[in-house]
């Protein structure tokens, strides 16, 4: 075993401070990983908080590391010591149901062992996250890191990348489609530049109209404001696919008409019920779909960083130190955040 330094809650109404736990002795399949850099997502914040009401404490969050491998099982043949590695939202999987089979690990009918706030599979131990100096994890759910890519802007591609990228992949995205984005966020920040790359005509629904340029400078072509009627009903039946990255209820029947026949609206950001309740009138005059979308496999988590790679992409970030996470978590509450918080791991020691 061995021990390591991080930060942790240990209740839903602290703070994140210091905390010594022990990670695993490496397995022969482990890749173990000294972590430089941890993207900070809003479900930290949520976990942290146990707003969604199965949080584990203490609880080490963080599924955006980015780190050097320092050791290596002796049957790990795909990283050797020295290589730039990446741990994103999961660890482990069943690797046996028809998801897993196919590289939809995330989709696990056993449920994936995801990074932080869970049980290991073999030794029933809790998991703890990125938060942290080290962490240990099976090389099957390792992502090797792009040679030259900027490692501490690339952390956050390992969630709010691939939650963006996956979606346009199954629904095929390429040139001549036309693609919208609901919140500019870490999430569709990133859901922008990815849509624009791939060839689509980009646009973003916004309530601001201060996002203009921004939008712009990400990858945007359009930009509608959602709050207006006149500007909504100016983009009806255009879009074939819309992603939806706002983390809260919110009214998304007007998106759904600006869909055109066999368009979909596919939810990445918000969990739970909807309010006001969708009016199926516009997807059954339409043939449209309502469709969610979580994370994405392993394979598909590296298409995206190695495409990412090709293209020249990493998320736009703000650098903070380990001590700086309370604060961080108070701005990310007022979006307060350009567009995702990375946390410099070197500040620990």
């Known amino acids: 075993m061995m021990n390591v330094y991080g930060y942790a809650a240990q209740s839903a109404n602290t703070p994140l401070a210091p905390f010594e736990f022990t990670r695993r002795d490496p397995r022969p399949d482990d890749v173990v990983i000294d972590i430089l850099y941890c993207g900070v997502c809003h479900s930290d914040l949520h976990q942290a908080r146990n707003d969604w009401g199965f949080s584990q404490y203490p609880l ?29 939202c999961m660890v482990d999987s069943c690797r046996t ?44 759910y390792v992502l090797k890191m792009p040679v030259g890519m900027d490692l501490s802007a690339a952390a956050p591609l390992l969630c709010a990348g691939i939650t963006s990228w996956s979606p346009l992949r199954r629904w095929n995205v390429g040139k001549g489609s036309k693609v919208a984005v609901v919140g500019l966020g870490g999430l ?17 629904f916004t309530r601001s109209p201060g996002k203009e340029e921004d939008a712009r400078r990400l990858g945007a072509h359009h930009i509608v404001l959602s709050s ?23 009214d998304i029947n007007p998106y759904v008409s600006t869909l055109t026949l066999d368009g979909t609206l596919v939810f990445v950001g918000y969990l739970g ?17 309502i469709a ?14 190695d495409f990412c790679g090709e293209h020249h992409i990493v998320s736009d970030v703000e650098m903070i130190k380990m001590q700086d996470i309370n604060t961080a978590y108070e701005r990310m509450l007022k979006s307060d955040v350009k567009y995702r918080f990375v946390i410099d791991m070197s500040s620990m020691k």
């Open 60 to 88: 080490v969050p963080g599924h955006e590391a980015v780190g050097r491998v320092t050791a290596v099982g002796k049957d790990v043949t795909t990283f050797k010591v020295g290589d730039y590695a990446g741990v994103g």
């Open 97 to 140: 149901c028809h998801p897993c089979e196919q590289g939809l690990e995330q989709y696990c009918e056993e449920g994936n062992t995801q990074t932080y706030n869970d049980v290991d599979r073999h030794d029933h131990t809790p998991t703890y996250g990125g938060y942290s100096q080290t962490i240990v994890v099976a090389e099957n």
């Open 188 to 204: 569709g920040h990133m859901a922008l530049k990815l849509a624009n790359a791939l060839g689509a005509e980009v646009t973003l």
């Open 228 to 250: 207006d009627e006149t500007h909504m009903a100016s983009v009806k039946n255009q879009f074939d696919l819309i992603i939806d990255t706002v983390p809260y209820t919110h």
């Open 273 to 289: 019920d909807l309010t006001p309740i969708l009016n199926t009138v516009s997807l059954i005059i339409g043939r449209r779909s």
């Open 292 to 305: 969610g979308s979580c994370i994405g496999g392993i394979r598909e988590t590296q298409e995206m960083l």
